[in-house]
């Protein structure tokens, strides 16, 4: 017997159960993208490796270990994106959105990286992203975080979810804060660990995030990023949290927060709970005003952010599993006695012909009336709706609560009409 092949391990299947819950949630995801004009934008899922070489950068973990790199029949390193800023960027160069435009993109999709699966965190992972472009003041940062907030409420989370938020500044500013990081940190390399030691010669600032307790105990002590700012960018921060307050949008300001990319610059910030054990974030984003310009554009400020909708599902189904109860059926069509199919099918066709937003099912597979409606139970159906040999003669049918119990025998001309005001109570 050949052996049973099974999913690659951390690519998980999302099946359909699950898969309505996706959906549900990503339906109002998109409503409220779409509330604040975005469009959507669909990319490819392989890239030239090149491309997330440049705009992640080279000494980042996602380039250095989790990438899926590998040569084509052409001899072309591809990469299956480990994120979506980047293609984002390549689309809008190459086909010309971005130079003295507005654009508000939003995409969804797979991303991959090979990293150690654990729970909310897979090889084959699925984001939603929102990316700005051709807008450079503090106003946008804000808007793009209340937009995500929105997000929160609408699914019932808002209370399990806190905004950190941080500005690393510009290019110039972070390098001269490095310097100033490194020396520090040199003075005390018996203490940190072989992760740090390694990022304290390539990362340095990845370090600040550090899980290490031994040296976080250190960085109580290290050189403060905000003291290195600019009065530009220290005037950017401070209008942002300004706007943030005024729409009453609480955060916590994490000076150790620089996230793990380096096309980041001015505002970070990440959504974080504590309700999903180690891995709490939920979403994250800030500014890269240099990435356009980096990958062959010409200088465009943007903003954006990603979510993780695992990540999200988990916590949802944690917090509120209230959003997800779904029915498979609103109505459910049973029919008994001979060619009582026929009439049945035709049926529940005027009804979705009519009726287009309600789930209407067939029972198909015969059965007595009894095991009919258990299986009208089973799919959550509201209604039944009842058709025998008797309904045919008259060209009734007859409508059931699965609720109360009670049933209505009326004319098919009428049944429409019925299950519009049935449904609405």
Request: charged fraction near 25%; glycine fraction near 8%.
């Amino acid at each position: 017997m050949s052996k049973t092949i099974q999913a690659i391990r951390g690519m998980n299947d999302i099946l359909p159960t699950d898969s309505a819950q996706w959906q549900q949630v990503e339906t109002i995801l998109k409503s409220v993208l779409n509330q604040y004009g975005f469009n959507e934008i669909r990319l490819p899922i392989v890239e030239h490796t090149p491309l997330f070489n440049r705009a992640i950068g080279e000494i980042t973990d996602v380039v250095e270990k989790e990438m899926y790199s590998f040569e084509d029949r052409g001899g072309e390193s591809l990469t299956l994106r480990p994120e979506g800023t980047a293609g984002c960027v390549r689309a809008g160069i190459e086909h010309g959105l971005l130079y003295n435009q507005e654009q508000r993109l939003w995409y969804i999709g797979p991303m991959f990286r090979y990293e150690r699966p654990q729970k909310g965190r897979y090889r084959q992972f699925h984001q939603i992203g929102a990316e700005v472009f051709g807008l450079a003041g503090p106003d946008i940062d804000a808007e793009l975080i209340i937009m995500t907030a929105r997000w929160w409420n609408a699914l019932g989370i808002n209370q399990h979810v806190k905004l950190e938020l941080n500005s690393i500044g510009t290019l110039e500013e972070r390098a001269n804060y490095k310097n100033a990081l490194v020396s520090f940190l040199s003075k005390h390399k018996d203490s940190l660990d072989e992760d740090c030691l390694r990022r304290l010669d390539t990362n340095p600032l990845r370090i600040l995030d550090s899980k290490n307790p031994d040296v976080q105990a250190i960085l109580i002590d290290a050189p403060n990023l905000f003291d290195y700012l600019e009065e530009e960018s220290k005037s950017h921060f401070n209008r942002l949290c300004d706007i943030l307050k005024a729409n009453g949008i609480d955060f916590t300001l994490n000076q150790r927060l620089v996230r793990g990319l380096d096309y980041y610059n001015r505002t970070v910030f990440e959504w974080v709970t504590t309700s999903l054990g180690a891995q709490g974030t939920v979403c994250a984003g800030g500014r890269y005003d240099g990435l356009v310009e980096q990958l062959g554009g010409k200088a465009t400020p943007a903003v954006g952010f990603a979510m993780g909708l695992e990540r999200l599902v988990l916590l949802i189904q944690s917090i509120n599993p209230q959003l997800f109860k779904i029915n498979q059926a609103d109505l459910y069509v049973v029919s008994f006695g001979d060619n009582s199919i026929e009439q049945a099918i035709a049926i529940a066709e005027k009804i979705r012909n009519t009726m287009p937003n309600l789930r209407c099912v067939v029972n198909h597979g015969g059965g007595n009336m009894k095991k009919q409606l258990t299986r009208a139970d089973k799919q959550g159906a509201k209604f039944a709706v009842l058709i025998g040999e008797d309904e045919i003669k008259q060209q009734q049918v007859t409508i059931k609560s699965l609720i109360s119990g009670e049933q209505t025998t009326v004319m098919q001309k009428d049944m429409v009409e019925f299950l519009n005001n049935a449904t609405k109570n």
